[in-house]
């Protein structure tokens, strides 16, 4: 939402409607927003570890031999930087050990369904995220590192489109996780009767 501003405000500096300083103040301002973002943003990260390295310890604890021990909860989110695929993995790992029908030491969970969420959370998190960066980081510096506010200004008016798309697609992850979380969560404490 905050990029919409900055992209009129982009639009006006380079119509000449507005000064160099009122359109450096808008960015910076924007950037003071995306700054509160990643602070909440790692807040999540450090409950989400939090919560699956537990999770994943609990189906240790009921007898299920799972691949992903609960220290990957952590390192799955930093190995790769940008393709959450352990997460993934682990989460898919998970799931299937948290099904409360299959009783404790019994290895028959690993042939169980698929969380579908699992599939759509992974999709719109980490593959179009990357698709849509290749975009931005191809339009920032198409023209060259560097530049000046003019330069800045053009870049910032000519990602509209791929901004909206990726707030649109943040937004669905932002569901979807928390939609898996709860799907997990619940299958879970079935598991293993906490409340």
Known sequence: ???????????????GRISED???GDYAAV??????AGVLTIAVIVLT?????????????????????????V???????LLYIIPL???REVWKASNPAV???????????EQPLLWGWFLAYSVVPVVLAVFQLNAAFGGGIGGDVDDLADQVSGLGAVDLLGGIVSTIAAVLWIL?????TARHTRLTGES
């Open 89 to 91: 993995l682990m989460l």
């Open 22 to 24: 009122d359109f450096t």
């Open 75 to 81: 390192f799955g989110w930093v190995l790769p930087p």
């Open 180 to 184: 898996l979380v709860r799907a997990i």
């Open 31 to 36: 950037g003071l927003f995306q700054i509160l």
């Open 103 to 113: 009783p404790p030491g019994d290895q028959s969970w690993k042939n169980g369904d």
């Open 49 to 73: 570890m939090i919560w699956l390295y537990r999770v994943a310890a609990n189906v240790q604890r009921m007898g299920r031999a799972t691949t992903w021990v609960p220290l990957w909860a």
């Open 1 to 15: 939402a905050a990029s919409f501003g900055i992209q009129d405000s982009a639009d006006d500096f380079l119509a």
